[in-house]
């Protein structure tokens, strides 16, 4: 069974800097996608970023773009690397992976994400 594991999570003040991992197993990573996506108690869950392996290709919304990277780090980890951390950054950020290639779509977020694989989520804390 596919395992998604986000680690990373924590407190810092506003225009630090913070990275995310994330690692899947048993899963084909290099031929998918893996997207990360936060959400805020209370409000509706905002996709930020998403990688897709096999070309290297990364997407990233408008409200972080040039703030945050995100990269394969590793076999079958992807990270999530963000600067310029804003108090409106503050959320639970959550890893999904693609259930298969064919939801993949370079220069965006795959499709039906609530179909993929999902972490438990880690903590983003920044404080003003």
């Known amino acids: 069974q596919v395992q998604v594991v986000e680690s990373g999570g924590g407190t810092v003040q506003a225009g630090g800097s913070l990275t995310l991992s994330c690692v899947i197993s048993?899963?084909?990573?290099?031929?998918?996608?893996v997207a990360w996506f936060r959400q805020v108690p209370g409000k509706e869950r905002e996709g930020v970023a998403d990688?897709?392996?096999?070309?290297?290709?990364s997407f990233l919304a408008d409200s972080v773009k040039s703030r945050f990277t995100t990269r394969q780090k590793g076999k079958n980890t992807a990270d999530l690397e963000m600067n310029t951390l804003k108090p409106e950054d503050a959320a639970i950020y959550f890893c999904?992976?693609?259930?298969?290639?064919?939801?993949?779509?370079?220069?965006?977020?795959?499709?039906?994400?609530?179909?993929?694989?999902w972490g438990q989520g880690v903590q983003v804390t920044v404080s003003s």
């Open positions: 048993k899963y084909q990573f290099s031929a998918n996608c």
């Open positions: 999904a992976a693609a259930p298969r290639p064919s939801f993949c779509i370079s220069g965006g977020f795959f499709a039906d994400p609530d179909l993929a694989y």
């Open positions: 990688l897709y392996i096999v070309s290297g290709v």
